[in-house]
């Protein structure tokens, strides 16, 4: 049977998230943890993916994972099954995190043994974007059925992000999705971002993301 | 060549939405125009159910659609070739729309000559469930890639709407979702919710849909 806390995170009382992500950043290049911030809509896969990336790396690095919800605990469920540490938050209809209420997640899952920190951010293209968790690296899922016009839609979603997943590219043949015009689309909201097709389900692509993944978390802790 | 209006509007200054709400619905169902607010994720289909939505009644009402984005024109675009008045908000980054800010849309597309008002509301499961904008009746799109389990994680949405479509059912086959245990869960948030399975690609299940919706405007313009 997987164990995991669920935590109820109150709303932040800081004004100045920025001050407040700047500092959780220092205390964790301090701790030697780096810490992901994964975004995406709903249903885009966060959990599959994030399953794929814990089998990657759980031999090199202590996994600890933050799952934001506003209810329910059916992904912390998940995630405890690949023995990875987990805590559920309940943002209590809170639509994002910002780098307080991160924080109180991060000391609820005890980070002081937790190498590598992943906060599954809520279902949301939009106010997640708006608020620094105090991440070292921002990443995001879009997924093929949700098409190659959301960039468009999103941008400062995209723009914000270092890693843009695109997942779900096993179902490429059932949608009108366009993955060159979607890459542009990527580009032109953000020219450094680094843009990887994935599938979640057959493992496609989980090596070049596991593969930048690791690089940043070892030059994080050099 | 398609033409359309693009709308910048301004954040609220009304503190008390539901009462701002209560009397633009007031103001409807005076001048006999029903007010539709479509709401569910980022590419859930909300534009293409739309479009079908569009060819099933407009014979039968004269429909002018709201299309609220963060950003682009591309729905605007997409509704304004089926010949349907449309105007595009722009939200400026907001998350969602407001009974004052549905106000001002609703303005800008002059409803005086329209019966069957439609918002496409920002795709977002979270934000748009908290404020009421004044329509007649809500409906949500949950499409099959996102998963059966998200009435679990997004309660508030689930339980605001007085209709679920379940969309893309054509992809089925190429998904783990199950039709049966999303209906389960569906009713657990909201006893009274309207299910109803839909394909906005090969048209399954529009009927039922646009049936519903006919005999709603007609009830509330008699």
Same mark, same amino acid.
């Not at 943002?91 to 639509?95: K, S, W």
């Not at 093929?144 to 190659?148: D, S």
């Given at each position: 049977m997987s164990e995991f806390k669920v935590l109820e995170i109150k709303k932040s009382v800081f004004e100045d998230n920025d001050r407040q992500a700047d500092l959780l950043r220092d205390e964790l290049k301090k701790n030697g943890v780096f810490l992901l911030n994964l975004m995406s809509s709903p249903g885009s896969g966060k959990t599959t993916t994030l399953r794929r990336t814990i089998e990657a790396l759980k031999d090199e690095f202590k996994i600890g994972v933050m799952e934001a919800d506003i209810d329910s605990d059916v992904d912390a469920q998940t995630i405890s099954e690949t023995g990875a540490k987990v805590i559920q938050l309940h *943002? $209590? /209809?809170? #639509?994002h995190l910002d780098a307080e209420m991160t924080k109180q997640g991060l000391e609820g899952l005890q *980070?002081? +043994?937790?190498?590598l920190a992943i906060l599954e951010n809520? /279902?949301?293209? %939009? #106010? =997640? @974007?708006?608020? +620094? *968790? $105090? @991440? %070292?690296k921002n990443a995001m899922i879009l997924s093929? =059925?949700? $098409?190659?016009d959301k960039p468009l839609k999103y941008p400062l979603m995209f723009s914000i992000c270092d890693v843009v997943l695109i997942n779900k590219i096993d179902v490429l043949p059932y949608f009108d999705f366009d993955l060159e015009k979607c890459k542009e689309y990527v580009l032109k909201r953000n020219p450094n971002a680094k843009i990887i097709p994935i599938s979640s389900r057959t493992g496609e692509g989980i090596e070049e993301w596991t593969n930048w993944l690791r690089e940043e978390v070892k030059k994080w802790r050099a």
């Open positions: *943002t $209590g /209809g809170m #639509c *980070t002081s +043994d937790v190498e809520v /279902g949301n293209l %939009v #106010c =997640p @974007a708006e608020f +620094d *968790t $105090g @991440a %070292v093929v =059925p949700e $098409g190659h």
